[in-house]
């Protein structure tokens, strides 16, 4: 029951044939401004305020008319307070007819309300004119903008409490296999738990995802084939996961071969190396594998970039480093998962066994690639490893 080889594609072609064949309509929404931190405007968004809406101070200081000050400094003893000067705090709208603020360390009052001057500005020095700060009309965010906290604070300034950003990608997921029962059942005899599926839910909200996790489907062709087109007719990408490999339940192939075109059947090496990537109509289908490890690599590196596609956001690539192994990896093997750390200035990375306990796996922060490295590798070596999540997981390596 020898099933047939497939042709192996590198991750990097992979994931430009997927890219290139997956096409986004993304659907626009509305929403608070407030709520809209990570989103992507959909539009321009444009200033409904100007401002400051009149001149302001925009130092502390006194406000006065530079009409007066032709003299060099001024005989201010007759000079009354709220007539020939007043004091004029930053942000403050100054009167009409007054043009120029005087630094508060540039003058003294007296107990009697005196002024004295002791340096003059410019004429309309120290003053935020109309406008100044924005003017209606202008552009506050470009089109496809990730919105952050600044952002997020100029639209309010900007009098805008809407803001039209692109709907979050449904990502449908799809745990198959027998051999699995829901989380909060203790497994049976035999059995494992489905714990993709709320992995990927979370790798997808992070990436700005709206996943729909489903229930178990079984090995079955026709019940497969059914879900995957119930979830492409909701989502704009699906993870298919498990039943990747030989094994005689491991029906992924001819069930993506029924529902789209594959364009990947497989990854040169690992993890992950049995991956598939399959279009139907211009929606794209990842078929994870079922081990936790290449089913988190799956959604790294083909969901995210997808996403990003769906955003028109800029890929960013994963970061690399030159790290010392503390231990030798025998050969030949693909690829090693490897838990980097910082000492003093520089990383060293141990290698973790791929039969690992899962919670020592998952320590894994990067993968060396190792294809045709019949040797393996010695303790003490230098060799450049592949970061894996966003730097922001890995805040003790910076
Ligand atoms: N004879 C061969 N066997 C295997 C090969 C091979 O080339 N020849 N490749 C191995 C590699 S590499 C991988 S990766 C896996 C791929 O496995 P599948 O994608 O077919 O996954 P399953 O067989 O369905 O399950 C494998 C393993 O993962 C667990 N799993 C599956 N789904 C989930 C889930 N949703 N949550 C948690 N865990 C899950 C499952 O219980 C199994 O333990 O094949 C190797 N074998
Ligand atoms: O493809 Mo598997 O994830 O290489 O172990």
Redesign the pocket.
């Known amino acids: 029951m020898k099933k047939p080889e497939h042709p192996r594609t590198s991750r990097q072609e992979a994931l430009r044939l997927i890219l290139a064949r997956s096409h986004f309509q993304p659907r626009v929404e509305r929403i608070p401004v407030r709520e809209a931190l990570r989103r992507v405007t959909a539009q321009e968004t444009l200033a409904v305020n100007t401002l400051p809406n009149s001149p302001v101070s925009s130092m502390d200081g006194i406000a006065l008319k530079s009409a007066n000050l032709n003299g060099g400094i001024p005989a201010t003893d007759q000079w009354q307070n709220g007539v020939d000067f007043v004091i004029s705090n930053t942000g403050v709208g100054i009167p009409e007819d007054f043009d120029t603020v005087v630094l508060i360390e540039d003058v003294e009052i007296d107990e009697t309300g005196k002024l004295r001057i002791l340096n003059i500005p410019q004429p309309g020095q120290n003053v935020r004119p109309i406008g100044g700060i924005m003017q209606a009309g202008e552009v506050l965010v470009p089109a496809y903008c990730c919105l952050g906290p600044l952002q997020l604070g100029l639209l309010s300034t900007g009098g805008v409490d809407e803001v039209a950003v692109l709907a979050k990608p449904r990502v449908a997921i799809l745990?198959t296999?027998n051999?699995?029962v829901p989380v909060g059942y203790r497994p049976p005899r035999g059995k494992?738990?489905?714990?993709?599926?709320i992995m990927m839910e979370a790798q997808i909200k992070i990436m700005g995802g709206e996943p729909r996790l489903y229930p178990i489907t079984r090995d079955n062709p026709d019940e497969l084939v059914r879900v995957i087109q119930d979830a492409l007719a909701w989502a704009d990408i699906v993870i298919l996961?498990?039943?990747?490999?030989?094994?005689s339940d491991?029906r992924a192939i001819e069930v993506l071969e029924t529902v789209g075109e594959i364009l990947v059947y497989e990854i040169a090496y690992?993890p992950?190396?049995?991956t598939t990537l399959t279009i139907a109509g211009s929606k794209p289908i990842v078929g994870a594998?079922?081990?936790?490890m290449?089913a988190a690599c799956a959604v790294e590196w083909y969901v995210g970039p997808l996403i990003d596609k769906y955003f028109s956001q800029p890929r960013i690539e994963p970061r690399r480093l030159k790290v010392k192994l503390l231990d030798d990896i025998l050969g030949p093997i693909p690829f090693a998962w490897l838990e980097v750390q910082k000492t003093g200035g520089s990383y060293v990375a141990r290698p973790i066994g791929r039969f690992a306990s899962m919670s020592r796996l998952i320590r894994s922060n990067a993968t060396l690639s190792t294809p045709g490295k019949s040797k393996g590798y010695k303790a003490g070596e230098i060799v450049e490893v592949e970061l894996r999540y966003s730097p922001e997981w890995n805040r003790q390596l910076f």
Do not use: A, R, Y
């Open positions: 745990p296999g051999e699995l494992n738990v489905e714990s993709n599926g996961n498990g039943g990747s490999s030989k094994g491991d690992g992950g190396k049995h594998v079922g081990p936790t290449g």
